[in-house]
């Protein structure tokens, strides 16, 4: 007879390290900015929008100095402690791409897979140790009005498939899975701090110089150029590109633009092989429901499972703080959803528990701003899917820096901007009536009601 499960224990001990980051492996920090330096361009930013354009800012041109700062250390923030999933969507899916740029969706869609491709081939190309899996996602219904969407969106030649429920039971073998959407050119697994790592170490035998513990406090301008201000010196720069995502601008004008919210995750113990096979997923894809409160999760190398999502908490006046990065509710209910999701695996142990903040925007995929003459790009609202988009978001502000003529410059998302988001306390009024009425819409068969009608006619509403 099957004993209950038990929620403490399976989270006693868990650590609260980001499992990616507790890791021996992880590189000692690089010094920080002791003395003015001067550059052609510099970068503040460490995670992956700041370490792809410093890597790929050397490749268009070896000759040209770069220089990035990292305020804390490289990747400790929204690029170490994410999922690990590496998307094509640009768009924060299809569906929400469609709704936004409806005419450019499908170009949109063409560059995502460019782009994954490109990022495939660059780990190749420089032999890239960060546990890249070109596996490919499933989208999976946990309710009977997730059926018919997926369902329409098959479309083989594409390289979407409806996979039936006796179908999908027969190799993910879990009762709360209805049928799913696979995707097999459109996701990648990574694990995302070695990725970090990885592309820091390529980028420095490229000629990148990085600095971390350097956090820049202002942006200022002149005739000589642009002048990042930190504590201890200054960096000097012909040009600047910003890729500080979640936390507040530099460019003042900008932090109307996202909000921050707070995303959890679990990860087991390794599993035994018996434990394996009794759930199957032999292919090992990227999974994750459709509901309004979802659930992701992955395989990793040593065969955990993470296992994330459900609550994203948004805190009344865009507050952050470390002491948010834990929530001990959050925590409990996605392990008692995990045990609902998996029941063969028993009393199985969580290893870690944490949590950070991510950015969301009004159209919840990227924007890009030009401040300071032209001189200086920011990015942000990648809403965590930034893994992949985030290399697109460096080519996208190098093409302007560079004033290199490209499709990417032309496009309507390059070129338009998300509503922003009010101030408080109607942000947070409007944030948790969008995150019940969505909820509600799950409990009622997907039908929207008044509040998110309401969203979709001001072009604020989200259809992934």
């Known amino acids: 007879m099957m004993t209950a499960f038990d929620v403490d224990l399976a989270l006693a001990g868990a650590s609260d390290t980001p499992f990616w980051l507790d890791d021996p492996r992880r590189p000692a920090p690089r010094p920080s900015v002791n ?12 995670g992956f929008t700041g370490l792809w354009s410093a890597l790929l800012a050397k490749e268009r041109n070896p000759q040209r100095r770069v220089v990035l700062v990292e305020a804390n250390t490289l990747g400790w923030a929204a690029s170490g402690r994410n999922g690990g999933f590496c998307s094509a969507s640009l768009t924060h899916g299809y569906d929400n791409g469609k709704k936004h ?35 490919g996602e499933i989208d999976l219904a946990t309710k009977e009005h997730h059926v018919p969407g997926l369902k329409a969106a098959h479309a083989p030649e594409a390289g979407l498939e409806w996979v039936g429920p006796e179908e999908l039971h027969s190799y993910l073998r879990s009762p709360v899975f209805l049928g799913g959407l696979r995707d097999r050119r459109g996701n990648a697994i990574v694990n995302p701090a070695k990725l970090v790592w990885e592309l820091a170490r390529v980028a420095s035998d490229l000629g990148v110089e990085i600095y971390e513990n350097t956090l820049v406090t202002k942006v200022s301008s002149g005739p000589w150029g642009v002048s990042l201000h930190t504590e201890q010196a200054e960096v000097r720069a012909s040009k600047v590109i910003l890729a500080t995502n979640v936390f507040p601008s530099l460019v003042r004008s900008l932090r109307w633009h996202t909000v921050p919210v707070y995303d959890y995750v679990l990860v087991t113990e390794p599993l035994s092989a018996e434990q394996l096979a009794s759930i199957g997923w032999e292919n090992r894809e990227g999974l994750a429901d459709i509901g309004s409160q979802f659930h992701y999760f992955r395989l990793t190398k040593d065969q955990r499972i993470l296992w994330g999502g459900w609550d994203a908490i948004y805190h009344f006046g865009r507050r952050m703080s470390p002491r948010f990065d834990q929530r001990p509710e959050t925590f409990r209910t996605l392990a008692r959803q995990f045990h609902e999701a998996f029941p063969q695996l028993g009393q199985v142990r969580f290893t870690h528990a944490w949590g950070g903040a991510i950015d969301t925007c009004s159209r919840f995929f990227p924007f890009f701003h030009r401040s300071h003459g032209g001189r200086v790009l920011s990015a942000a609202g990648f809403t965590g899917l930034g893994v992949g988009a985030s290399r697109f978001a460096a080519q996208v502000m190098l093409d302007e820096l560079d004033d290199c003529a490209s499709e990417r410059r032309d496009l309507a998302m390059v070129r338009t901007k998300p509503i922003p988001f009010p101030p408080e306390p109607i942000a947070w009024l409007g944030i948790t009536l969008t995150t019940r009425a969505l909820i509600r819409s799950d409990q009622r068969g997907g039908r929207r009601g008044p509040w998110l009608k309401l969203l979709d006619a001001l072009g604020m509403g989200f259809d992934s």
């Open 35 to 46: 003395a003015t330096v001067s550059t052609d361009l510099a970068i503040v930013g460490g």
């Open 101 to 135: 740029l409806p005419e450019e969706v499908d170009k949109l869609l063409e560059l995502g897979i460019q782009n994954l491709d490109e990022i495939e081939s660059t780990i190749e190309r420089y032999h890239m140790d960060c546990d890249f899996e070109r596996t």
